[in-house]
């Protein structure tokens, strides 16, 4: 077991809320996560399991209204972040704690050059003086890749490139070397040459700075290739957790079952043409109608009628391996 | 092949690009510069390349819903690439498109059902009581309810709406139906779902896909043949089997290396290309992908690679397999 100050990020019951005109979704529902020093946690699941939210909730950064954090704790470094009032949260966020997002042109200021966004991340937490900070900006761009970082650094977004621009969002949220970084779908709106190179980018970071990673993607091939735990989400709640090489050997969850047995793969030789895909039935559920029971009760194949009537608590199956299923012991029976 | 349903030769298309207050053209997009492929009746064929590299402009052109540069396209034997609106109106009954973005293609005002519907009315095929059976059949062939005819787009989830796009494209019985990305903006559970639904479809009707995707595994799952595209031309094209097991093309390669495999224990990803995709307005000479290959050698600068066949109809553009003793490039 990791000594506990190898733990850089602790979340506790988190529950996330959004109140709307047509009733109240339980955007993120009692999940619990660590992260430890240079680990790789990754979120997996569909729209609206609850993945983004998550992140957004360890930032600070739901909207409210309409969204609320109701519940549970975020120890980041042994702060608890949800006890910080909005300045001093604001001397954490992109400090100790940053983020990139999936579409970088939205979230890089397009009438900024490159270098001054970055100049501007650093001068807000750390005293240093301008030419400095220049500097550390080219040093950034330049350790993310970006050929020529001196003349980049004077660019403007739209003079970069998709791949491009989301180096410069990492060289801009690693600038203060956070103890986590938090890449909310980062490649997916990248070609897959891309998104190979950005990836293979963000693990040697990591590995170099030893940055705690939160990555939340829906590609199980990322996860497989990046993270060393994962957690799988559905409907807003946490259904699993294991090490990553636990839960492709042997997953717990119908959903995570099913979810795996659903993507295509390239094919190895001898894969029969056409063989058809393995699909879940039905759809992700409304999150203000949910069942009472296991959210995932009308699309799994071993329901049975306590499903539907009870919520499968969390139970742990050894090695840290979780799943909230009642029938996790017949999963790998039933495929 | 006498039974090619689709022979499309050399097609091209540029776009001017204009600049300043005369509107000059100051440069050419070449979003498809001369590809040239055959389908196959009841055939899938799959198109994959990364953004830009011409596969959507391809797709349309096929479909005469944006007019080639030049080049030629042959439905059953006949050649479309001229043909008026009126003389080409007979033809759009055979060739159907389903696009990505199922939000975008379905009009919000119209009900699913008159959706559906539409294009037996354009072509004055059904009416009345007809009409209404025929819709509602369409409807239980993609896995819809008929009595949610009624019901408006947003009433339907992601996957659904699909399902209507795919409803409307079959309701002319087309012989070819053309996917543009028709699964890319579905969720993991949802995609399947909707692959498997093409594929029994394809099965009961025996109509040819031609099948745009940036996807591999996608294309892998559904079609026959793979052609592999590279600014807006044809890299390397094989059955689906033959270029998976023994891709030949160093982009190829090094698009299947990208591709990142969903068990931990297989290999790491290993990027085998580095910098982005040159611009189409100003294609690198030569073979365009000698920028970022790694087996770039001086000739790749200055001549261009024809597609040639390797053996078993498997083509490859690449001067590494050009016959003159160089066996092909394996990392």
Not at chain 1, 311 to 320: Q, V
Not at chain 2, 183 to 207: E, K, M, P
Request: hydrophobic share 45%; glycine share 8%.
């Amino acid at each position: 077991m990791a000594q506990k100050s190898d733990i850089v990020l602790e979340v506790k019951n988190l529950k996330t809320v959004f109140f709307t005109n047509s009733g109240l979704f339980k955007a993120v529902d009692d999940v619990s996560f660590t992260v430890k020093r240079g680990e790789t946690l990754a979120i997996v699941g569909e729209s609206g399991c609850g993945k983004s939210v998550t992140a957004l909730s360890l930032m600070r950064l739901v909207p409210d209204p309409p969204g609320r954090i109701v519940g549970g704790s975020v120890t980041l470094e042994g702060t608890d972040l949800l006890a910080l009032d909005e300045t001093e949260m604001r001397a954490v966020r992109g400090n100790r704690i940053s983020m990139i997002f999936q579409e970088p042109m939205t979230s890089l200021n397009p009438v900024m050059r490159i270098g001054d966004q970055i100049v501007e991340a650093v001068r807000l937490h750390r005293n240093i003086s301008s030419k400095e900070a220049q500097n550390i900006a080219v040093e950034m761009l330049r350790l993310v890749r970006i050929p020529e970082p001196a003349r980049r650094a004077r660019e403007y977004p739209h003079q970069l490139s998709g791949g491009m621009r989301q180096r410069a969002m990492i060289a801009m949220a690693l600038a203060c070397r956070p103890a986590l970084l938090i890449a909310d779908e980062p490649t997916t709106a990248l070609d897959v040459t891309i998104q190979a190179q950005i990836l293979a980018l963000i693990l040697d970071l990591q590995k170099e700075l030893g940055t705690g990673l939160v990555l939340i993607t829906h590609d199980l091939g990322v996860v497989a290739q990046t993270a060393q735990r994962v957690i799988v989400m559905y409907a807003g709640r946490k259904v699993e957790e294991a090490s990553v090489e636990a839960l492709f050997a042997a997953p717990k969850h119908p959903y995570t079952r099913g979810l795996m047995a659903s993507i295509p793969a390239v094919p190895a030789s001898g894969v029969p043409a056409q063989a058809r895909l393995n699909e879940i039935p039905g759809t992700v559920p409304s999150l203000v109608r949910l069942p009472k029971g296991c959210a995932f009760a009308p699309r799994c194949k071993l329901a049975i009628k306590r499903c539907e009537a009870e919520y499968p608590p969390l139970a742990d199956w050894g090695g840290g391996h979780l799943a909230a299923c009642w029938r996790a012991e017949e999963v790998a029976e039933v495929a | 092949m006498s039974a090619a349903l689709l022979e499309v030769t050399e097609l091209k298309k540029h776009y001017p690009v204009r600049a300043g207050v005369l509107r000059r053209q100051v440069g050419t997009v070449h979003a498809v510069d001369g590809v040239s492929f055959s389908l196959g009746a009841g055939e899938t064929l799959g198109l994959v390349g990364e953004s830009g590299c011409g596969k959507s402009t391809v797709a349309r052109s096929v479909l005469r819903l944006v007019e080639p540069t030049s080049g030629e396209i042959r439905l059953d034997g006949e050649d479309i690439t001229h043909l008026s609106k009126t003389a080409l109106r007979p033809h759009r009954r055979s060739m159907q498109i389903v696009f990505q973005d199922p939000f975008a293609s379905l009009n919000p005002r119209m009900t699913a059902g008159d959706v559906v519907g539409e294009p037996l009315v354009v072509h004055g095929l059904a009416s009345g009581k007809e009409l209404e059976a025929r819709v509602a059949r369409l409807f239980e062939q993609v896995g819809l309810r008929p009595d949610q005819m009624q019901n408006f787009p947003h009433q339907f989830s992601g996957g659904q709406r699909q399902r209507i796009c795919i409803a409307r494209a079959l309701a002319l019985e087309p012989r070819l139906i053309v996917c543009d990305e028709p699964v890319s903006a579905l969720d993991v559970s949802i995609q399947a779902q909707v692959i498997n639904l093409l594929i029994d479809l394809q099965r009961q009707h025996g109509f040819s896909y031609l099948f745009i995707a940036h996807d591999l595994a996608v294309v892998a799952h559904i079609s026959h043949r793979v052609a592999v595209m590279y600014l807006g031309r044809i890299v390397e094209i094989a059955d689906k089997d033959e270029l998976f097991r023994n891709p030949r093309h160093p982009y190829t390669q090094a698009l299947l290396a990208s591709v990142p495999i969903a068990n931990p224990l297989a290999k790491k990803l290993a990027p085998l290309v580095d910098g982005d995709v040159p611009s189409p307005v100003n294609p690198p000479s030569g073979c365009a992908f000698h920028t970022r290959c790694r087996f770039a050698m001086e000739r790749c600068r200055t001549e261009r690679p024809a597609l040639m066949d390797a053996g078993d109809g498997h083509q490859v553009a690449c001067l590494l397999n050009d016959g003159t003793g160089r066996s092909n490039a394996t990392a």
